[in-house]
């Protein structure tokens, strides 16, 4: 008896110290959708709910940038990139974790050591090759070079490695299936808690890519939401409404593809354990 209220305290604490860490990392994005709703932000005592200044805000927005194009290139640009690196990474990951072929090690050593090398080093030779390209001032940039990369690639091969029976695949080949169609059939079914995970993190890299729409996309009607919210934070005249308002509305997109992403890792995982 007294094991069990001693074990029932100890799930009782447990649970309240997750509920307390899961309001503090909570507490930022509501403050941010709290402070979207109030043309001055700043005040004394500070706000913690919310106000009644959508509407202006919204007005201020929409006068100061073109919102609605940035939104969509942002969003196009994110579900393009998303949907390519998850396309090829997981090829490449199913050829690195199932096939035999010679140099295999040292090409997917190379491919991981490649991670290692500081994203900055690039900018100037990436640039002089996407003007050299014709893709300068197109979504190309953003979205090509990076569908198969050295993260994406090493994901997959590590989760196919380990997910994927090689058994299952060989009955799939006596069945008539040739690779491309195991791979779409079969592989990329059962690995979507890896697929998941790859695109929770493809999807908000791509959202957040600031440097590389800064660069690539001059045109303040061809930019990102990231670039267009700098652009507003340096001429705001201290009315930071529109701006929080803004900043708000990027972040809706990331708040639905994590949970859209973690229900789909969760639920496959779980039938995953139930099958097992």
Known sequence: MKRSIGGNVKFSLFYIVLIVFTL?????????????????????????????????????LLSQLPFHVNFFNSLSIAVLATAGTVFFCTMGGYAFAKFEFKGKKGLLLFII???AIPAFLNIIPFFKMMVAFGWYKTWLPLIVPGLANAFGIFLM?????????????????????????????????L??????ILGTVTFIGSWNNFLGALIMLPDPKKSTIPVALSSLFVRSDGNFGGLMLGTALALLPL??????????????????????
């Open 24 to 60: 503090l990392f909570a507490f930022p994005f509501y403050y941010v959708f709290v402070l979207a709703s109030w043309s001055r932000i700043y005040s004394n005592p500070p706000h913690l709910w919310f106000g009644s200044d959508i509407p202006v805000n919204l007005n201020s």
């Open 113 to 115: 050591s490649t991670m």
């Open 157 to 189: 091969t590590q989760f196919l490695e380990n997910s994927i029976p090689s058994d299952l695949l060989s009955a799939a080949r006596i069945d008539g299936l040739n690779e491309f169609q195991i791979l779409i059939k079969v592989v990329f079914p």
């Open 191 to 196: 690995a979507k808690p890896g697929i998941a």
């Open 255 to 276: 708040l639905i593809a994590f949970i859209f992403f973690s229900k789909k890792i969760i639920a496959n995982l779980t039938a995953g354990s139930i099958k097992a």
